[in-house]
């Protein structure tokens, strides 16, 4: 016989719960109610369950009827009585440690208003608990302990990222143990297990596993908890792009850091030499100075908070000095080469200090400038691409280039006016496009490859350099190619004036797998010099004997 168990069901902080109606605006004593018992949570087993329920001043004829269940779980409805209820519930399949799951069905009696009863069932208790220690916002530490009963299991750590695509936890993780390369079953508390999560949340998935004849396979249900990571500050300003007038000024902007941590403050990383700024109490404060120059100015001033994502940047745009004299450039090109310009610069104002530089065409358009003047002007503070500052009329000044063979010999030579300081630009940009003369130094070889014979013996190998540079060399360039003993061990000199290599050659070893050598030179602008303008190498190929 079915045994049934008497679970009943919580619709509100009453004892009883339900519907009342008095017919014909009559004495309450005669009212007509429905109510259900309050009880708790189905077990995870499932099974047959009965629910006792009330009804006071029966209407002649009324049945009680059951609506449809909201979930397929909660089934078979059926009234056994004038007092009882009976239903099944399904085992819950649900990860172990889970929340109860719900559902619902409705119940009516005559002309009573329906009433929503509510089951709900517990899950089954979990197999492993897992207690996490030294939280902050990417790490914490874990320690994972199994029932009594659970032998061996698996256990890794999942970022929301990795779970993505997958059905379930539960697939990812039958995922990796049939595909990870090396999978380590774990026995009895893991404790202090290092997580660290730097793209979201992160995950512990865990469930007892041992390894079959067909590879691992699954011995428990799975476990997931999820890492409780601090949670990141999010540092927020308002506003973020601020216009400011020619005149001197101060703003003051508001700013708030959710998830705050005790101690630690809003910091700016870097400044603007016009402007001075204060933080405190939720406010900061920008004091900027007036701007002389006829020329519209931009700072980005970047302010961090520990542990958030990234810097807030706040931008300052300051509009040009209306009465501010206008400086302007005459750029004149007379020379290109593969290394330097020679160009001819006039200022209109030549007292002022300017900067002057050149840049290829490719960079400017491309990802390093993207087209724009005001990045360009951005070197003026670099450590490694600041341009040069010079004053006055200039005449055949040599600026240095360098072009690439692969992205084009077009090249932008600029100028601008500059403060005081060299700090800020105070002009516009002006730029001419020249193309580079490709006179770059070229090595070529008389002969090659360079053929040597059987008997061995000294050669002299002939080489040119086209496009010379004045007091440039030629020397060995690194370790040379002699693996097969074709040539005498260091054995080979230069001679840069007439442009020839000489070599002494063993003879011919039957016992070597190969018979040559390769000799690399290089051609530098000086004898100190550690740059080569030019590179090239010669193969040097024995002939076996003629028998």
Same mark, same amino acid.
């Given at each position: 016989?079915?045994?049934?168990?008497?679970?009943?069901?919580?619709?509100?902080t009453?004892?009883?719960?339900g519907?009342?109606?008095?017919?014909?605006?009559?004495?309450t004593?005669?009212?007509?109610?429905?109510a259900?018992?309050?009880?708790?949570?189905?077990?995870a087993?499932?099974?047959?369950h009965?629910?006792?329920y009330?009804?006071?001043?029966?209407?002649?004829?009324?049945?009680?009827?059951l609506?449809?269940?909201?979930?397929?779980?909660?089934?078979?409805?059926?009234?056994?009585?004038?007092?009882?209820?009976?239903f099944?519930v399904?085992a819950?399949?649900a990860?172990?440690?889970?929340?109860?799951?719900?559902?619902?069905? +409705?119940?009516? /009696?005559a002309?009573?208003? *329906? =009433?929503?009863?509510? &089951?709900?069932?517990? !899950?089954?208790?979990?197999?492993? @608990?897992?207690?996490?220690?030294?939280?902050?916002?990417?790490?914490?530490?874990?320690?994972?302990?199994?029932?009594?009963?659970?032998?061996?299991?698996?256990?890794?750590?999942?970022?929301?990222?990795?779970?993505?695509?997958?059905?379930?936890?539960a697939?990812?993780?039958?995922n990796?143990?049939?595909?990870?390369?090396?999978?380590?079953?774990?026995?009895?508390?893991?404790?202090?297990?290092?997580?660290?999560?730097?793209?979201?949340?992160?995950?512990i998935?865990?469930?007892?596993?041992?390894?079959g004849?067909?590879?691992?396979?699954?011995?428990?249900?799975?476990?997931?908890?999820?890492?409780p990571?601090?949670?990141?500050?999010?540092?927020?300003i308002?506003?973020?792009?601020?216009?400011?007038?020619?005149e001197?000024?101060?703003? +003051?902007?508001d /700013?708030?850091?959710?998830? *705050? =941590?005790?101690?630690? &403050?809003?910091?700016? !990383?870097?400044?603007?030499?016009? @402007?001075?700024?204060?933080?405190?109490?939720?406010?900061?404060?920008?004091?900027?100075?007036?701007?002389?120059?006829?020329?519209?100015?931009?700072?980005?001033?970047?302010?961090?908070?520990?542990n958030?994502?990234?810097?807030?940047v706040v931008?300052?745009?300051?509009?040009?000095?209306?009465n501010?004299?206008?400086?302007?450039?005459?750029?004149?090109?007379?020379?290109?080469?593969?290394?330097?310009?020679?160009?001819?610069?006039?200022?209109?104002?030549?007292?002022?200090?300017?900067?002057?530089?050149?840049?290829s065409?490719y960079?400017?358009?491309?990802?390093?400038?993207?087209?724009?003047?005001s990045?360009?002007?951005?070197?003026?503070t670099?450590?490694?691409?600041?341009?040069?500052?010079?004053s006055?009329?200039?005449?055949?000044?040599?600026?240095?280039?360098?072009?690439?063979?692969?992205?084009?010999?077009?090249?932008y030579?600029y100028?601008?006016?500059?403060?005081?300081?060299?700090?800020?630009?105070?002009?516009?940009?002006?730029?001419?496009?020249?193309?580079?003369?490709?006179?770059?130094?070229?090595?070529?070889?008389?002969?090659?490859?360079?053929?040597?014979?059987?008997?061995?013996?000294?050669?002299?190998?002939?080489?040119?350099?086209q496009?010379?540079?004045?007091?440039?060399?030629?020397?060995?360039?690194?370790?040379?190619?002699?693996?097969?003993?074709?040539?005498?061990?260091?054995?080979?000199?230069?001679?840069?004036?007439?442009?020839?290599?000489?070599?002494?050659?063993?003879?011919?070893?039957?016992?070597?797998?190969?018979?040559h050598?390769?000799?690399?030179i290089?051609?530098?602008?000086s004898?100190?010099?550690?740059?080569?303008?030019?590179t090239?190498?010669?193969k040097?190929?024995?002939?076996?004997?003629?028998?």
């Open positions: 016989m079915k045994r049934f168990y008497s679970y009943f069901i919580a619709l509100a009453l004892v009883f719960a519907i009342a109606c008095t017919p014909d605006g009559g004495d004593d005669t009212a007509t109610t429905l259900f018992e309050e009880c708790a949570v189905l077990p087993e499932g099974g047959a009965t629910l006792t009330a009804v006071t001043n029966p209407v002649s004829g009324a049945e009680l009827l609506g449809e269940p909201s979930a397929e779980w909660l089934h078979d409805l059926a009234v056994v009585d004038d007092t009882t209820v009976s099944v399904d819950n399949e990860a172990p440690g889970s929340e109860p799951r719900e559902a619902t069905f +409705t119940a009516t /009696y002309t009573l208003e *329906a =009433v929503l009863v509510t &089951v709900k069932q517990a !899950s089954a208790e979990p197999l492993f @608990t897992v207690e996490f220690s030294e939280c902050t916002t990417t790490s914490a530490l874990a320690t994972i302990t199994p029932a009594e009963g659970v032998g061996t299991y698996y256990w890794k750590k999942a970022s929301i990222t990795d779970l993505e695509g997958f059905e379930s936890h697939a990812w993780l039958e990796k143990l049939t595909t990870s390369w090396f999978v380590t079953l774990s026995e009895g508390v893991v404790a202090n297990q290092s997580i660290s999560e730097y793209y979201g949340e992160a995950y998935i865990v469930a007892g596993a041992v390894k004849e067909n590879g691992y396979e699954f011995t428990t249900p799975v476990h997931s908890y999820k890492v990571l601090v949670p990141k500050p999010v540092l927020t308002t506003p973020l792009e601020n216009n400011l007038s020619h001197a000024g101060v703003i +003051t902007l /700013y708030t850091v959710e998830n *705050a =941590v005790e101690g630690n &403050v809003v910091t700016l !990383s870097n400044d603007a030499s016009w @402007t001075t700024t204060t933080i405190e109490n939720g406010k900061i404060s920008i004091a900027y100075t007036a701007n002389e120059y006829a020329k519209a100015r931009t700072a980005s001033l970047s302010f961090s908070y520990p958030a994502d990234a810097a807030t931008t300052l745009n300051q509009e040009a000095n209306p501010a004299e206008v400086v302007t450039f005459t750029l004149e090109v007379t020379e290109t080469h593969f290394d330097h310009v020679i160009v001819n610069v006039t200022p209109s104002n030549t007292s002022v200090k300017y900067a002057l530089g050149g840049v065409k960079d400017f358009d491309g990802y390093a400038y993207s087209g724009s003047d990045n360009l002007q951005k070197d003026l670099s450590s490694y691409k600041k341009p040069a500052i010079v006055g009329v200039q005449t055949a000044y040599k600026l240095p280039v360098s072009p690439l063979d692969y992205y084009g010999w077009d090249y030579i100028a601008y006016a500059v403060s005081e300081d060299e700090t800020v630009a105070t002009s516009d940009v002006t730029k001419t496009l020249v193309t580079v003369t490709n006179d770059k130094p070229v090595i070529s070889f008389e002969t090659s490859p360079f053929e040597v014979s059987a008997e061995g013996g000294n050669y002299t190998i002939k080489f040119t350099i496009n010379p540079v004045e007091g440039g060399v030629i020397k060995f360039n690194g370790s040379q190619d002699n693996y097969y003993g074709v040539l005498v061990d260091n054995s080979w000199t230069i001679n840069s004036e007439k442009g020839e290599i000489t070599v002494q050659v063993n003879p011919y070893d039957a016992s070597q797998y190969l018979h050598a390769t000799l690399y290089a051609y530098y602008a004898e100190t010099s550690t740059t080569s303008l030019a090239a190498s010669i040097i190929n024995q002939l076996a004997p003629a028998n």
